[in-house]
Nanobody, 112 residues
Framework: QVQLVESGGGLVQPGGSLTLSCAAS????????MGWYRQAPGKERELVAT???????DYGDFVKDRFSISRDNAKNTVYLKMNSLKPEDTAVYYCNAARTFWGQGTQVTVSS
């Protein structure tokens, strides 16, 4: 059974930083395509970042070098480091594994 548990969300001021974590079980992140998606109220879920099993990364156009996805194979965990956060980054952030499995999401709110 695959489980993805996100953590690290919260309230941050504009321009601030957060690091989200996705602890995986039942799947090995080092040989899986992993990703982060987000969904804001009234909007569709959108791609934030992905990391392939080969280590290549891809980002949504809105990221513009502000976010970075990485993984720790020993901890079987994927991270999303977010810098220069904007109010429009406010959303629930979801971890995804193999384009199939989803975590429960973690809320990120960017507000002064």
């Amino acid at each position: 059974q695959v489980q993805l548990v996100e953590s690290g969300g919260g309230l941050v001021q504009p321009g601030g930083s957060l690091t989200l974590s996705c602890a995986a079980s039942g799947i090995i992140v080092s040989i899986s395509n992993m990703g982060w998606y987000r969904q804001a109220p009234g909007k569709e879920r959108e791609l934030v970042a992905t990391i392939s099993r080969h280590g290549s990364t891809d980002y949504g156009d809105f990221v513009k070098d502000r976010f970075s996805i990485s993984r720790d194979n020993a901890k079987n965990t994927v991270y999303l480091k977010m810098n220069s956060l904007k109010p429009e980054d406010t959303a629930v952030y979801y971890c995804n594994a193999a384009r199939t499995f989803w975590g429960q999401g973690t809320q990120v709110t960017v507000s002064s």
